[in-house]
């Protein structure tokens, strides 16, 4: 978004509506506010009421400057509480109000609520959808998501929203268990719906949002074991990848990109490839751990131990907070590959420390799991 929106001339209109600040919650002191707001997925956008601190109004995940714009709008009138009298009205208010407040499964309701009122036209339909099926995702609700999609994408299709919803839907259908009635045909007919949304080559969506279709399309063609398709999937993936990234006006444009396509080669066997552009991007970004940290995982996968640690060193040297936690999980893979069993465990216990010392509003306790189960699949020393 840093890259590609946030930098469109036409969104100056908003300045001086809003006090903007950016959150880096890998820092130690920004913990308590991040743990406040609830920012657990990422990118996560607030408006916040500067009366009470409260949130006003939440957005999870990428958006146009189109859905900025209105975003911004509601926002501001939730804040000043000039909402609609309209039924539908009311309860996206109450919706929006639980969706701040992080309450998920009392979000996941009033949207649905509103979305049923809702008459023909309603302005506020796009935004409700994606929040609904956020909000219900997050109370593991798939299947309820997976049909609110189903039914929401062909009304959406020439809309921005469309890739997000019919993503949103095929990761919920895909988490179903295998066992549920009509799980395999909701995922049969939700993946159609993606793919018909990916074709439509004119749809003003952005390139990352389009590149999370592809993904989420291999990730069914591996859940139907068709490991063809998921292999032309991936080709087709890494095909649109190379042409975004080389259409992106400036570096930080272009990496926006590289997490994506190095999953693609991955997929294709092909992880050489990605050498060059995350090179190029470490060389262009010199700040920044990303690219290093993703030389370290292809080096890993392309057995290359000792790159793989070097690689990782310049990673550990410009990162700070969680993200550490997945550089040295990284750097114990690449310790295991090379057979040397007890820098990986000293690795590990390295993250695991790190982890359990972490603030409330970073630690987490299912990665500290994650992390000593890594750590005994090594065995005993």
């Given amino acids: 978004m840093r890259a590609f929106v946030f930098t469109d001339q036409s969104l100056t209109r908003h300045a001086g509506r809003f006090v903007w600040l950016e959150l880096d919650t890998e820092k130690a002191r920004n913990a308590a506010l991040k743990r406040k707001l609830g920012a657990f997925a990422f990118p996560t956008y607030f408006v916040v ?56 499964a009392g979000a996941a309701r009033a949207y649905r609520q509103a979305l049923a009122a809702a008459p023909a036209g309603w302005p506020h339909r796009t935004r409700a959808v994606e929040a ?11 299947e309820t998501a997976a049909r609110l999609a189903r039914q929401e994408v062909p009304p959406l299709a020439r809309t921005p929203s469309a890739a997000n919803v019919a993503t949103s839907g095929l990761d919920a259908a895909l988490s179903m268990p295998d066992s549920l009635p009509g799980r395999n045909d909701l995922v049969a007919a939700l993946e159609a719906d993606a793919r018909q949304v990916l074709a439509d080559e004119a749809l003003a969506i952005a390139g990352d949002d389009r590149s999370g279709l592809y993904l989420t399309l291999l990730g069914a063609r591996k859940d139907a074991k068709d490991e063809p398709g998921a292999k032309r999937v991936a080709e087709e993936w890494s095909a649109f990848l190379d042409r975004a990234a080389a259409q992106a006006r400036s570096p930080e444009q272009r990496a926006v990109y590289d997490p994506h396509r190095l999953t693609a080669y991955m997929e294709l066997g092909q992880t050489e490839r990605a050498l060059p552009m995350l090179e190029a991007s470490e060389r262009d970004l010199p700040d920044d751990y990303n690219p290093p940290a993703r030389l370290a995982a292809a080096y890993w996968a392309l057995k290359r131990w000792d790159e793989g640690l070097a690689a990782s060193d310049r990673a550990l040297a410009k990162a ?22 007890e820098a990986a465990r000293k690795t590990l216990e390295e993250a695991i420390t790190l982890a359990e010392s972490l603030p409330a ?19 005993p020393y």
């Fill in 132 to 142: 609904a099926l956020f909000a219900l995702s997050s109370v593991d609700s798939n």
């Fill in 361 to 379: 509003g970073q630690r987490s306790e299912r990665t500290i799991a994650a992390l000593k189960r890594k750590l005994a699949a090594l065995g």
């Fill in 49 to 104: 009421d500067p009366a009470d601190e409260t949130v006003a109004l939440r957005w999870v995940g990428g958006f146009t400057v189109a859905q900025l714009d209105r975003l911004l709008d509601d926002g501001a009138a939730a804040v000043s509480g000039r909402t609609g009298a309209a039924p539908a009205d009311t309860l996206l208010a109450e919706a929006d109000r639980c969706y701040g407040a992080a309450d998920y």
């Fill in 320 to 341: 700070y907070g969680p993200r550490k936690l997945a550089l040295l999980a990284t750097r114990a893979d690449i310790f295991t590959g090379k057979g040397a069993r």
